[in-house]
């Protein structure tokens, strides 16, 4: 098939698949003298497995990762699921603290409705990181 059919088939783009090839995630065919590239259909279940890889978080460097492993390497594949598990938790862990620093300077702020008081988002982030 074509770049462009396989492009449509994976559910991704042209400039994707060009991409996937110049990183190495992707093989790119030969091209003959006179004709287009031939990609073979299974080339649509290792673009389809990197686009579900991503989805899930993982780096297009542990995508390589995860993709050098055969099915028999599940506790290496486990190890690099673990790690980004880890990372998850603590981006959830921050996310939680800043959305709990942002009520509090929202709610701060509406009690300073009228205006006429200082704005105490504008002023947290105004000070410097000593405060």
Known sequence: MTIGNLAKAAGVN???IRYYQRIGLV???????????RYPASIIDRIQFI????DLG???NEIT???SLNDGNCEEARTI???KLEGIHRRIEDLTAMQSELTRLVKACRRNADGRGHCAIIQTLTRSNGR
């Open 58 to 60: 993982f780096t297009l």
């Open 81 to 83: 699921a673990e790690h």
């Open 27 to 37: 093989d790119e065919p030969y091209k003959p003298p006179q004709g287009y590239r």
């Open 14 to 16: 042209v400039e994707t």
């Open 65 to 67: 990762d995860l993709l």
């Open 51 to 54: 686009k579900r890889a991503q």
